[in-house]
Antibody, heavy 119, light 110 residues
Framework: QLQLQQSGPGLVKPSETLSLICSVSGDSIRDSSHYWGWVRQTPGKGLEWIGSVFHTGSGSGYYNPSLKSRLTMSVDTSKSHFSLRLASVTAADTAVYFC???????????WGQGALVTV | QSALTQPASLSGSPGQSISISCTGSNSDVGSYSYVSWYQQHPDKAPKLIIHDVTDRPSGASDRFSGSKSGNTASLTISGLQAEDEAHYFCSSYTTSATWVFGGGTRLTVL
């Protein structure tokens, strides 16, 4: 059974960079039929897709256009984890962040436990 | 990208059937059969219950079913049970190669 375990600081100062890691266990991160991504949730805006990357190449994938200029996403197959970096954060980036596994047709079939990040 | 439109709240009695709508546009729901639905209980991560409009993942209750007509997708829950009380979200692929979610529907079981 695939498991996604998130880690990272819960408090980030304005203008700094938010960094989260999602560790994958129970299946290979090199799975060619899935993307690895991030979704965030705020009380006001609901669920928001952040981006999805493939396991080959650094950052090869799809990004939310509204966040793309501040986003860095990558997969480290040697450590079986993938990461999110969001630069120049503001209070609007305060949210619960979920890491997800995403199928080719776009559905999110596995979710991490979620992590509240407060800016 | 605009969020998909869902009713903010719905309610039903045990044993009833209810449907939750998810309205998009020709740029998302209307263009692809890549609509999925998620159930979220308080302080939990969302759980996939329907994908690719009508397909149920292994482990999802067969009381959940999905459909689509034009720019609107629907989730139907039959034989409503107390455990179905939760938030429900839809999601769709878009013509911009992005994914968009609905605003969510709070379902109350009376």
């Amino acid at each position: 059974q695939l498991q996604l375990q998130q880690s990272g600081p819960g408090l980030v100062k304005p203008s700094e960079t938010l960094s989260l890691i999602c560790s994958v266990s129970g299946d290979s991160i090199r799975d060619s039929s899935h993307y690895w991504g991030w979704v965030r949730q705020t009380p006001g805006k609901g669920l928001e897709w952040i981006g999805s990357v493939f396991h080959t190449g650094s950052g090869s994938g799809y990004y939310n256009p509204s966040l793309k200029s501040r986003l860095t996403m990558s997969v480290d197959t040697s450590k079986s984890h993938f990461s999110l970096r969001l630069a120049s954060v503001t209070a609007a980036d305060t949210a619960v962040y979920f890491c997800v596994r995403q199928a080719w047709t776009g559905y999110f079939d596995y979710w991490g436990q979620g992590a509240l990040v407060t800016v | 990208q605009s969020a998909l439109t869902q009713p903010a709240s719905l309610s039903g009695s045990p044993g009833q059937s209810i449907s939750i709508s998810c309205t998009g546009s020709n740029s998302d729901v209307g263009s692809y059969s890549y609509v999925s639905w998620y159930q979220q209980h308080p302080d939990k991560a969302p759980k996939l219950i329907i994908h690719d409009v009508t397909d149920r993942p292994s482990g999802a209750s067969d009381r959940f079913s999905g459909s689509k007509s034009g720019n609107t997708a629907s989730l139907t829950i039959s034989g409503l049970q107390a455990e179905d009380e939760a938030h429900y979200f839809c999601s769709s692929y878009t013509t911009s190669a992005t994914w968009v979610f609905g605003g969510g529907t709070r379902l109350t079981v009376l």
